[in-house]
């Protein structure tokens, strides 16, 4: 062809810029590798030599003039397509392992249709001519993947049990340690020790602290290490129940603090209830604590000796002598007035326990004071965590045993107050001072419970069993809450027998002991 063609040695004609579409090529197992010279290979450490990568070149024109780069209509130059076979027209890179690619099989056009070109997946053999090629040497192993069992020394195996225990090891140190159990005793032991303490870790249990705890470190304490001056132990349950309502407030937060609460109490017949706030409680129990503080010779909160003596009236003059609705700042002087009272009393010694704490229309002696202080603090302490939604347990057995002691014993008295106002039967059976009298046996059943002998016609008498005329069965928490006008006494009652009379006029009167 003439003009701006030309002309291949082969004599076939060829249109500029025309891409020509290489020979097939040979799989590499159809060939015999062995007769391919290899090429050097570098020294071991080193890099490959320049002349380790045949210079790949592009083949002269059929004029000897410089070959042309035409470009395509990408704009991209294409290579120039010289004279030879087809398998030769487009120049292959050599393989990245610097082995020179063989040649493609040729045709053989007087072979049969299914053996004419060669079969790339077929395994060459003797059938085709070629020798079966050697098997590649096998790749060695991975210097990072070793199958053999870890070895470690004892110690780090005893360190790994309790990591072990809880499945934190690894699958290499898990079958250490495993391996390891099997011949040494004393690691076996503590790996199956530290088994069992894995399944305390996962208990359902109350986070909530036992409301005992406080008192049996107490008393591991004071059992290694005596205190140089004891808290009494009548003021024991005072102590534990401030202490206790104290922790309540230190979990509250701002806002609850001015939650509503209803307070309940019994007055004659019926119950009344009064509506104040979860600080309005805390000044209500300071309040009626300054009547210990003032027996004690300590500051009343209120104005000194001008305050007046009954509970309720107390609380009222606080109340209102608050400019502002009581915050959580009121925890801080009934915390530090509670401290005060129990370490006045502590230094006092044992004679101020008779002190009289007067509450206006009767009047107790400090020891029975501070039990009635520790009562009411419970008893206000649960409905602040009723109104917040936190969990109060009652006290412990032994103070709130005391605590319904101290009730029973002010059965007769509160008794033959209501039969003066009108409200109870008439005595039937009058004693002389200290004689056993006619009396209802109260049994107290569960927590704190006991069995005592109320007195039903004179408060000087004495209870006595064989006197008993009636019996009333009562849970300790139940009677309790009776006590303090949480419950009305006719649903207060689990179980009766004998007297009907005796057995209402004792509920009512442990009833009328409530108070704001």
Not at 65 to 77: L, N
Not at 264 to 288: D, Y
Not at 316 to 326: D, G, I, L, N, V
Request: net charge negative.
């Amino acid at each position: 062809m003439t003009g701006g063609g030309r002309e291949s040695e082969g004599g076939e004609e060829e249109v500029r810029g025309a891409r020509r579409i290489p020979g097939p090529r040979g799989a590499a197992d159809d060939l015999d590798l062995a007769s391919v010279p290899l090429p050097p290979l570098p020294p071991p450490g080193g890099t490959a030599p320049d002349e380790a990568v045949p210079e790949q070149s592009q083949p002269a024109s059929a004029s000897g003039d410089a070959p042309e780069t035409p470009e395509s209509d990408a704009g991209q130059p294409e290579p120039d397509l010289g004279p030879g076979p087809a398998a030769e027209a487009w120049p292959e890179a050599e393989p990245a392992d610097g082995h020179p690619r063989p040649a493609a099989p040729e045709w053989d056009p007087t072979a049969p249709a299914a053996e004419a070109w060669p079969d790339p997946d077929r395994e060459p053999g003797p059938a085709d001519g070629h020798p079966r090629p050697a098997a590649p040497e096998p790749h060695a192993p991975d210097p990072l993947v070793s199958s053999a069992p870890v070895v470690l020394p004892h110690q780090v195996l005893k360190a790994l049990l309790g990591a072990w225990a809880l499945s934190a090891c690894s699958a290499e140190e898990t079958a250490a340690v495993e391996d390891h159990l099997t011949g040494c005793a004393p690691c076996a032991d503590e790996a199956l020790r530290l088994r069992d303490a894995v399944g305390l870790l996962h208990t359902d249990g109350s986070l909530d602290l036992d409301p005992t705890l406080r008192t049996r470190v107490l008393d591991g304490c004071f059992g290694r290490r005596p205190a140089r001056i004891p808290v009494p132990e009548w003021a024991a349950p005072y102590d534990a129940e401030t202490a206790r309502l104290d922790a309540l407030l230190r979990d509250i937060g701002d806002s609850e603090w001015h939650a509503p609460v209803r307070l309940q109490w019994f007055e004659e017949e019926r119950q009344v209830s009064r509506r104040t706030t979860v600080a309005g409680v805390i000044g209500h129990l300071m309040a009626v604590d300054g009547l210990l503080s003032a027996a004690l010779g300590l500051d009343d909160p209120l104005d000194g000796g001008k305050a007046p003596l009954d509970p309720t009236e107390r609380t009222e003059t606080y109340w209102s002598a608050t400019r502002r609705p009581p915050t959580r700042a009121v925890r801080e002087p009934w915390r530090a007035q509670s401290h005060e009272l129990i370490r006045t009393a502590s230094f006092a010694g044992r004679n101020v326990a008779e002190t009289s704490v007067s509450y206006g229309a009767f009047a107790l002696p400090l020891q029975d004071a501070a039990l009635d202080r520790a009562f009411e603090c419970w008893v206000h302490g649960g409905d602040i965590a009723d109104a917040v939604d936190y969990p109060y347990p009652a006290p412990s057995a032994a103070h709130l045993h005391r605590m319904i002691d101290l009730a029973a014993r002010m059965l007769p008295a509160a008794l033959a107050g209501r039969r003066s106002a009108g409200l109870a039967g008439p005595a039937k059976d009058l004693v002389a001072a200290g004689a056993p009298g006619r009396s209802l046996h109260l049994e107290i059943e569960g927590h704190g419970g006991g069995d005592w002998y109320i007195a039903l016609d004179s408060p000087a008498a004495v209870g006595a069993p064989e006197r008993a005329v009636a019996q009333v069965a009562l849970d300790g928490v139940e009677f309790c809450r009776l006590v303090a006008g949480h419950i009305s006494p006719v649903e207060a009652a689990a179980g009766q027998e004998g007297d009907r009379e005796a057995i209402r006029d004792v509920l009512f009167a442990a009833a009328s002991l409530s108070r704001l």
